[in-house]
Each structure stands twice: as structure tokens, then as C-alpha cells.
């Protein structure tokens, strides 16, 4: 079950992620609500990075973020790739995608809902 004060702490990190990610030039960030979908966390926030060097930078300052904000240590993979990395923050997955692989996995199609309705920051 999810408390107000779980809520709290997940707005308040996707807060703090979105605002990383706008910091470092990610671009077209989508925040996708998954509260009542699945267990896997509250929120999903998928982006770009140009390239696999903005890919890899984006990631790597968004899980410094979060262990200095919020005392956790976030799962990251991919980043040695550099195109399609997960950062699971816990209440947070986000995923930091090369265009290219982003079109290719279209990601935010199978969360979002038919009529579009979920909020896009950028």
C-alpha cells in the first residue's frame, strides 16, 4: 500500500530527476505515471541523449544526484554501451536512450495510456 509519505518522497525525486536531466540537455523527457499499474515503481521518465557520450554523462550525474539528495544508491545498467541505459532509483526507473534505439523500442507507447494523456516535461 502506498502512503502519503511514499508519495511524497517519489514527487519529490522525480522532482529531483527531472530537473537533473533538464540540467544536463536531455531531451524529449517524458514522465510516465505507473501509481496503480505496476509495482515497479510510481514513476517512469524516459529521454534522449545525442549521443552515447551525453548517454553515458546524463546517467552517471543523474545516480550522483540521487545518492547525494536522497542517501540511495541507484541500479545502473548500460552505461557502458551508452545506448539505452537504466537508472532504478527504486520509486523511479528512468531510461536514457540514444534516439536511434528510442524509435526503435518505443518505449513509452507500451506504458502510456490509448489517449495520451500522461504528462510531457521539456
Not at 540537455?25 to 509495482?39: N, S
Not at 551508452?82 to 507507447?109: A, N, S
Request: glycine share 8%; charged share 30%; proline share 2%.
Amino acid at each position: 500500500m502506498v502512503t502519503a509519505t511514499d508519495t511524497a518522497t517519489s514527487d519529490t525525486l522525480l522532482a529531483t530527476i527531472l530537473s537533473s536531466l533538464e540540467g544536463d540537455k536531455a531531451e524529449d523527457i517524458v514522465q510516465i505515471d505507473l501509481r496503480g499499474k505496476t509495482e515497479i515503481g510510481d514513476y517512469m521518465v524516459i529521454c534522449s541523449g545525442r549521443s552515447t557520450r551525453q548517454v553515458a554523462s546524463i546517467s552517471e550525474k543523474l545516480a550522483q544526484t540521487v545518492k547525494d539528495e536522497f542517501g540511495r544508491t541507484a541500479k545502473v545498467e548500460g552505461k557502458e554501451t551508452g545506448d539505452w541505459v537504466l537508472i532504478d532509483t527504486g520509486d523511479v526507473i528512468v531510461h536514457v536512450f540514444r534516439p536511434e534505439v528510442r524509435e526503435f523500442y518505443q518505449l513509452e507507447k507500451m506504458w502510456q495510456p490509448m489517449d495520451g494523456s500522461e504528462s510531457a516535461a521539456n
